[in-house]
């Protein structure tokens, strides 16, 4: 019996920064958690990860990622997710010292 599909966003690392990046449902790659996409069927969710796997001058490492609906976007539902969107924790840079563009 195959499992049920639960909600999913794509998420990659930039190439060029390395900061973790989200896809949106206009195909933009946004650093910030709650613009990206919350797709919610399995084959959808297919396609737009190949989109981001067709994309290694821009993005490495390109995956689905379990999130659900929040007040203002998708939210991680899991530790590891929840970390990522705090960006690196190693002391005050990147997406905790100062809000980053939106989009690549």
């Known amino acids: ?3 049920r ?3 999913k966003v794509v998420t990659a690392n930039a190439l060029a920064e390395g900061d973790v990046v989200y896809l949106t449902e206009d ?3 946004s ?3 709650f613009e990206a996409e919350l797709i919610e069927d399995e084959a959808h969710a297919d396609i737009r990860l190949l989109l981001a ?3 290694p001058q821009t993005v490495v490492g390109a ?3 379990d999130a659900r609906p929040g007040p203002r976007g998708p939210e991680p539902v899991h530790f590891r997710e929840a970390f990522r969107t705090r960006g ?3 002391y005050p840079h990147g997406k905790q010292e ?3 563009s939106s989009s690549l």
């Open 1 to 3: 019996m195959s499992r």
């Open 5 to 7: 599909f639960t909600p």
């Open 27 to 29: 195909d933009r790659w």
């Open 31 to 33: 650093r910030h958690h």
């Open 53 to 55: 796997q067709s994309q």
């Open 63 to 65: 995956y689905l990622a």
């Open 88 to 90: 690196p924790s190693n």
């Open 98 to 100: 100062t809000p980053a």
